[in-house]
């Protein structure tokens, strides 16, 4: 860690600056070792992480006649990559969300847990056949060409070339680490008046939409099923539906259900007043400030659902925060 601290002009002007590089190793994982150890699996030192990045912060401070005013932000961003895996394991696979089977990867070169899914190249406009690598339609027992995507299925990235839509074409889908954290703080008083704000904000991750529940097909759904494909030319981007899906385009976990998860949120907003001592020591009272708050106030993003804000990588519905508005009062006797 390399680190600058700085204030100017007379400490109205304040900078800090670290630059961090670590590396965590000996993480634990299971292998399965050679049949002469005698067991199926075994825990191992076998993983190693890199995470490096850059922390600023700025800071102003100054007076205009009787208001008096700071503001401070901050940003900070991470690049995090696993840098060693066990020879004997390719990569190591975790989770599931009901029947889409979104899980997540620890692989070397890519970020920790990256969402580990199916690339969509599009929704079929038309009925379309298997082939070989020869490009000759494939047939089944009666002669009939094989049918691999129906009118209004999402066709998916085949990576190997096989022409067959299997775990070897999962990769990299997003990941749920922010690679930029950032806030604002402002807060200005004016003869009795108090004002503040504070807001934050992340930048560079995602979120696996789950709010589609396959599992249940009688169910309310999310606002997007209505620019569902309904014919040729409707759409390149939502699948047909129903409610059966019986060629799992809602249920295949793949980058169709990965949204972008940036936001800036005003957390806390407040407005103050502190009554002149010369009202407030006619009732025996020493201070007296008044008050009102506002909690979650506004959210800016692109997400479209529910709260982005959430502390895992799969959005289930989570119930999102809650705008609170507050009034009160402070006395000092």
Not at 193 to 202: E, I, L, P, R, S
């Amino acid at each position: 860690d390399l680190g600058l601290d700085a204030r100017f002009l007379g400490d109205r002007l304040t900078f800090s600056a670290d630059w961090y590089y670590k590396t965590t190793k000996d993480l634990l994982v299971k292998i399965n070792p050679v049949p002469e150890i005698g067991v199926a699996e075994t825990t191992v030192n076998g993983g190693e992480v890199m995470n490096k990045g850059l922390e600023l912060e700025l800071g102003w401070r100054d007076r205009i006649g009787k208001l008096n005013y700071s503001i401070n932000g901050n940003l900070s961003t991470l690049k995090n990559e696993v840098t060693y895996l066990d020879p004997t394991i390719s990569r190591i696979l975790y989770g599931s969300y009901y029947v889409s089977q979104i899980r997540t990867a620890f692989e070397v070169g890519n970020p920790i847990w990256y969402m580990y899914g199916y690339q969509m190249d599009g929704i079929a406009q038309e009925t379309i056949y298997k082939t070989d690598k020869d490009g000759n339609f494939e047939l089944d027992a009666n002669g009939d060409k094989i049918v691999k995507y129906n009118p209004g299925d999402p066709m998916l990235h085949d990576f190997n070339g096989d022409g067959i839509i299997g775990e070897e074409d999962r990769t990299n889908i997003g990941q749920g680490i922010p690679k930029v954290t950032y806030g604002i703080t402002v807060a200005l008083d004016y003869k009795g008046f108090d004002f503040t704000m504070f807001g934050t904000g992340v930048a560079g991750n995602s979120i696996f939409d789950g709010t589609r529940r396959t599992d249940i097909p009688v169910m309310n759904q999310p606002k997007y099923v209505l620019n569902r494909w309904t014919g040729e030319g409707s759409t390149n981007e939502y699948p047909r539906f129903t409610n059966t899906d019986p060629n799992q385009n809602w249920s295949k976990a793949s980058d169709f259900f990965i949204k972008d998860a940036s936001y800036f949120r005003l957390k806390n907003v407040t407005l103050g007043y502190t009554l002149p001592v010369k009202w407030t020591n006619k009732v025996f009272v020493k201070k007296l400030r008044v008050y009102a708050a506002c909690e979650n106030a506004v959210t800016f993003t692109k997400y479209d659902g529910f709260d982005p804000e959430i502390a895992d990588y799969v959005d289930r519905g989570i119930y999102p925060q809650s705008r609170t508005v507050q009034f009160g009062a402070s006395i000092t006797f």
